[in-house]
């Protein structure tokens, strides 16, 4: 082989030759470990005071360097109702979207994308026109909603007290039938 052929040879990067180039790799600092190390005695902490104590708790969330931090200043508030319903809404135009004569549950609600996620019951509103006959099953209608579901030639539906949470999630089971 020719010179110039071996250091084309030596360029091309082989898994076995791969190297850091080098300054890139440094040797692990021994902390506490005698005057020679350079980091003997008090590890590059310094003399005393809290950034030379352990945990020295600068790293606690929300810590203003001793000061009362806001989240301490600051009074609570509110609170979350455990007994709290989610009701899905959507309004009398969104059901546009079905052919005359379909009875619309809470499923084909869900399949069609008018309602996501977990609810515990569905009302429809009175936003909006509706302009072909539906049989709708909801757990609640608005006044305004039931005059334009009957007046298009529908029927609303009401369904059972959502009190039960028959629809939360996909693999919830089906209200029990009577």
Excluded: C, W
């Excluded at 005057?35 to 203003?64: D, H, M, V, W, Y």
């Excluded at 979207?97 to 009875?103: C, I, L, V």
């Amino acid at each position: 082989m020719s010179e110039e052929s071996t250091e084309q040879a030596n360029d091309v990067p082989i898994l076995s030759r791969l190297r850091p180039p080098a300054g890139a790799v440094h040797r692990k600092k021994r902390k506490g470990r005698g005057p020679g190390s350079g980091l003997g005695k008090t590890s590059g902490k310094g003399q005393k005071g809290q950034k030379a104590r352990s945990p020295g708790n600068f790293q606690k969330l929300g810590f203003e360097g001793g000061q009362t931090a806001l989240q301490r200043r600051l009074p609570k508030f509110g609170f979350h109702n455990p007994f709290s319903k989610k009701i899905a809404t959507l309004n009398v135009s969104d059901l546009g979207r079905f052919d005359a004569g379909t009875t619309v549950t809470v499923d084909s609600l869900r399949e069609a994308g008018l309602v996501r996620g977990r609810f515990d019951g569905v009302k429809v509103l009175g936003t909006g026109e509706i302009d072909r006959a539906l049989t709708v099953q909801a757990h609640a209608f608005s006044k305004g909603a039931i005059e334009k579901i009957e007046k298009a030639g529908g029927k609303a539906v009401a369904l059972e007290d959502p009190s039960r949470t028959y629809y939360r999630g996909k693999n919830a089971a089906a209200p029990p039938t009577k």
